[in-house]
């Protein structure tokens, strides 16, 4: 089953916040390396529902150091049972597996942007 949630930031901003010493990317959102992140909250989903609330929480942070930027997702999940991560190869459909993506319009003309698509079992498809 895919499902998977938006956060309506059209027209918006999100300023992200300088990390405070270095960011282990481990899977782990959580400790000081996190804690003054800007938070995403208020997500809607895209499928099944398109626009109406996520049945499921989940935060976003974003931060960023010298080199990177960093994006750190929370999703919880009522039933972890029915959560999918299949294992495939890269650049592949993962519309069939629960994922996170980042979308950057950084243009900012609201019709092109680079993705980055995340699936549980960190396999990622390249998009642009």
Known sequence: MYLAAVAL?????????????KIVVDGIVSGDEWKDASLVLGFTQFEPYRGEPARESTQTYVAYDDELVYFG???HDSDP???????????????????????????????????FPRTLSALS????
């Open 73 to 75: 997702f929370v999703c």
């Open 125 to 128: 498809r390249t998009a642009g």
């Open 81 to 115: 049972s029915r959560i999918s991560a299949q294992l495939t190869r890269r650049d592949s459909d993962l519309s069939q597996d629960d994922s996170v993506m980042v979308v950057l319009d950084t243009f900012g003309d609201g019709r092109s942007a680079y993705s």
């Open 9 to 21: 930031l059209a027209a918006a901003e999100l300023a992200a916040v300088r990390a405070p010493g």
